[in-house]
Structures are given as structure tokens and as C-alpha cells.
């Protein structure tokens, strides 16, 4: 993005959503090397405790979780955008298989995405959504958790 105005722009509008999430504004730019010190928050999903990097910015999306070589069961990585929309995410430079869970503003998981690693293949949500959230693949499956189960958590919460 090269006109400074709108760079500051998102950048405003990044911090403003960090801040309504009680998270950090401190600045956090799109590289070649895995993300690991994005701000983070706790959601859950049912009993089960999710620790979440949040990606907030366009350059925090857009590198998401490429280049990490391993990722704990209990950690996943949540992208916010500023509008509902179809989202669609793909696995290109992203060495872990995953899922995608596409979720509603009210934490409904709208639709589950199993993600093949170093892949353009799209995986889309099923309606708009501003929320999707990034886990090992299997994860959910193993907790039994589908479309239409809700998480919790301080983004889902009105």
C-alpha cells in the first residue's frame, strides 16, 4: 500500500479494534519468517481453552500462520476483519495442514474448512463473516465441535 493516508488509515482503524479487544496497538509488520508475537487472547470452546494469536492487520492476514514448522493443540490463530464478507483463505507458504473454522459475530462457527499445507486452493466461508479461526487440522473434529457449535470469548461478546 503506498499512499501514507490510507496506510494510516488501517492502521487507525487496526489499533481502534486492538484497543475494543484490550490488546496492544504495538505495531506488527508481514514477513518472511512465521508470525509468533502477534497479541493473543483466550477463547473457548466449550470446556476446552483456546490460546489465539489475533491477526488484525492486512499484513498480519495475509502472512497468517506461513512458515511455522509446529503449533501447540491448544493454540489456534484468529483473523478479524473489519466487515462481514465471504472470507477465503488458502494454504500457500503454510507448512501445517489446517482448519479453518468461519465464524459468525456471535461466535457461531458458520462452516469448517479442512486445508491442505502449500496449497492455492480456496477455502471459502458459506455467508459473510468477519471472523475465522485457524487450528491444527483435526482439532475440531476431535472435540466433536461442527457448523453451528458457539465459541466464546471477549470478540464474540455484544
Known amino acids: 500500500m ?8 488501517r492502521y487507525c482503524v487496526a ?7 484490550g490488546l496492544s496497538t504495538r505495531p506488527l ?3 518472511d519468517e512465521p508470525q509468533t508475537s502477534l497479541p493473543r487472547i483466550n477463547l ?20 497468517g500462520l506461513m512458515h511455522r514448522k509446529d503449533m501447540p493443540q ?3 490463530m ?5 466487515q462481514p464478507a465471504v472470507q477465503c483463505f488458502w ?8 482448519t479453518a473454522a468461519f465464524v459468525a459475530d456471535d461466535g457461531t462457527i458458520v462452516n469448517l474448512a479442512d486445508m491442505k499445507p502449500q496449497t492455492t486452493d480456496s477455502h471459502c466461508s458459506t455467508k459473510p463473516v468477519r471472523y475465522v ?3 491444527n487440522q483435526g482439532w475440531f473434529a476431535k472435540k466433536n465441535i461442527k457448523s453451528g457449535f458457539k465459541l466464546s470469548g471477549k470478540p464474540f461478546e455484544k
Open 2 to 9: 503506498k499512499d501514507p493516508a490510507m496506510r494510516r488509515l
Open 15 to 21: 489499533a481502534i479494534t486492538l484497543t475494543a479487544l
Open 29 to 31: 509488520l508481514a514477513q
Open 44 to 63: 473457548s470452546a466449550g470446556m476446552h481453552r483456546i490460546d489465539t494469536q489475533v491477526a488484525l492487520t492486512p499484513e498480519q492476514r495475509s502472512t
Open 74 to 76: 491448544h493454540e489456534g
Open 78 to 82: 484468529l483473523f478479524v476483519f473489519e
Open 91 to 98: 494454504m500457500k507458504n503454510t507448512l501445517l495442514p489446517l
Open 133 to 135: 479461526l485457524e487450528m
